[in-house]
């Protein structure tokens, strides 16, 4: 039986396995550091929680009022109404705006505040005193109210020229609201 010998390796045997050595740790380091900026640069880009308890604030706009702080109670978060404000599109009662926005991730226990649609704002009756019926209809109803019952009394000057608004003008009514006139039919006759 023959006896092998055993014989070191050469020096470019040698430094071929520290190279692929080298490389194979060089390799898993740029792995790891590619793993850890995917995972700082996703939690930047997207800050949803991964374990927490932070969660997004829903979306209540346009909902009324006790199922808007329903719906953000559910959600963990305080709801707080800070004021009404006028809108011609969101009906009274509804939820007009919310700070913070929907989908903002926020801790629980945070207070959302609501600002709720006090309806449209009212029209304030024009001043049509003096003018005749035809041009006084026009001028209210281009005001966004409606023309109710015209009332005619003898009084003034002259026919047909409005003498009295009910409300008077001024006043604020709801659009879409009656207004009532007081027409002269002519002078008064003397006794």
Known sequence: MRARRHVAPSGLERLRSVAWGRF??????????????????SSWVNPAPILGSDHAVPRVVEMPEAEAKAALTRAGFKPRTDAEWPNPNIPRGAVLWQDPPPDMVLPPNTTVELVV??????????????????????????????VGSV?????????GVVIATRPPSGQGRPPGARVDLVVSSGPTEAP
């Open 24 to 41: 194979a740790m060089e390799l898993g380091l740029i792995v790891v550091v590619a793993l850890v900026g995917f995972g700082l640069t």
């Open 117 to 146: 649609s006090a309806g449209p704002a009212p029209v304030t009756v024009p001043d049509v005193v003096g003018l005749a019926e035809p041009f006084a209809e026009k001028i209210i109803e281009a005001a966004g109210i409606k």
């Open 151 to 159: 009332d005619t009394v003898r009084g003034g000057l002259e026919p």
